[in-house]
């Protein structure tokens, strides 16, 4: 594999991730996810089907570069077509046009297409669909480019998951409000969103599956909640290990007081913790700006608002990055080391990535959770209201 693959894995990840995980829309999740998966490896076309068990179906719900006549075919029956992998198995079939496992040998063959890829599309432990990719030239793929692949399906079906509890909740909601002649607002700025990178380098070719790895690994970690204080404990404990320093703290901004909260830490001391409220304008307020900030020496660096309290506690150098949802900075994740250290390009740029997918996660929770507080709330006052309409 030459170097821009190897390059081109972390990215497209970083930039898949940061998408799927942004958008409320299902049908852009799962063609982004096809797009991605298909251009990274080249073929010549991709689809992704969902498990629909009352049919005993696979029922299309995302493709790419395919032709509509081979789309309407006809229907993908769940023991005809590549079966195995709805138990779990990554399947390549070199010979797709004469193999008995492809249920459409001959609309394969007037499609052009040679080989193919099925990669199964799991979900708590579930498979719930397939990726599938479709190529002309048959060659061998190594297996880094199935693991690739592998880790977009997986990222996709816990997002369809999600998706899919957001939209329930939000059904209910709706229809509860109908009932009280309340509309459910729209959310506000959701076709202009964007997101900011603040990946300013690419990360080092040789480094770049390895780092690949690490983003695929914390993302499974911290997809396996919807609960805002889980996921960031579930970051902290993942930096802590992955990076070897000797505490970890995230803060979000609380737009009143424009204080730096704390919301989850490790390996800071109590009386560290309670010297006092940090203040955005006050401390490392570059970071509040987009840009990752490297202290070299917290106990007399300017930008330090407690620098005595740093000198008590030990610490020599903080590494501060900006978490970034919806637009802007909220927050920022800072590494405490006691030892003096740096920071290489490639590991800033991973942790940037990381920070800026954690923002949209901790974001994701607490709209989920709000979602849910509102569900009770009208629930609780429609039975009031319903109670009383009985007792004039």
């Not at 690490?214 to 919807?226: A, G, I, Q, V």
């Not at 010297?275 to 070299?296: N, R, T, Y």
Request: aromatic share 6%.
């Amino acid at each position: 594999m030459d170097s821009r693959e190897r390059t081109e894995f972390f990215a497209v990840f970083f930039e898949a991730s940061r998408t799927i995980l942004s958008s409320s829309s299902l049908e852009e999740i799962l063609n982004l996810l096809v797009r991605r998966a298909a251009e990274t490896l080249g073929a010549k076309g991709g689809s992704l089907r969902l498990v629909d068990e009352m049919t005993n179906r696979l029922e299309l719900k995302a493709s790419f570069q395919l032709s509509q006549r081979y789309l309407t075919k006809g229907p993908l029956e769940m023991d005809k077509s590549v079966p195995e992998v709805l138990a779990g198995s990554v399947v390549l079939i070199k010979d797709a046009q004469n193999d008995p496992r492809v249920q459409y040998r001959e609309e394969l063959r007037e499609e052009g297409i040679n080989a193919m890829l099925s990669v199964p599309v799991e979900a708590k432990d579930k498979v719930i669909g397939v990726l599938r990719l479709y190529m002309t030239n048959v060659r061998d793929l190594g297996a880094e480019e199935i693991e690739f692949v592998s880790a977009l399906a997986e990222l996709g079906g816990l997002a369809i998951v999600n998706a899919r509890i957001y939209e329930e909740r939000g059904i209910k909601l709706a229809s509860l409000l109908q009932k009280v002649g309340v509309d459910l607002p729209e959310k506000p700025g959701e076709e202009s969103r964007r997101y900011l990178c603040f990946r300013t380098q690419p990360v080092d070719p040789a480094r770049s599956l390895e780092y690949f790895r690490m983003l695929h690994e914390t993302l499974r970690s911290l997809l396996s909640t919807l609960n805002s204080e889980e996921v960031m404990a579930l970051m902290i404990d993942k930096l802590l290990e992955l990076m070897k320093v000797e505490a970890c703290a995230l803060r979000l901004i609380n737009d009143t007081t424009r204080e730096l909260e704390l919301f989850a830490c490790k390996g800071l001391s109590d009386r560290f913790l309670e010297k006092g409220p940090l203040h955005a304008d006050k401390s490392i307020c570059e970071a509040l700006e987009g840009f990752p900030v490297l202290i070299a020496d917290a106990k007399t660096d300017p930008r330090i608002q407690y620098p005595e309290q740093m000198a008590r506690e030990g610490i020599t150098t903080i590494l501060s990055l900006p978490i970034v949802a919806m637009d802007r900075v909220v927050g920022v994740l800072r590494l405490y080391s006691k030892a003096a250290r740096q920071y290489s390009q490639d590991e800033v740029a991973f942790l940037s990535a990381l920070a800026e997918i954690a923002g949209i996660l901790i974001m994701n929770a607490r709209l989920y959770e709000k979602t849910k507080y509102d569900l009770s709330f009208w629930t609780a006052t429609l039975g009031y209201l319903e109670g009383n309409s009985d007792h004039p």
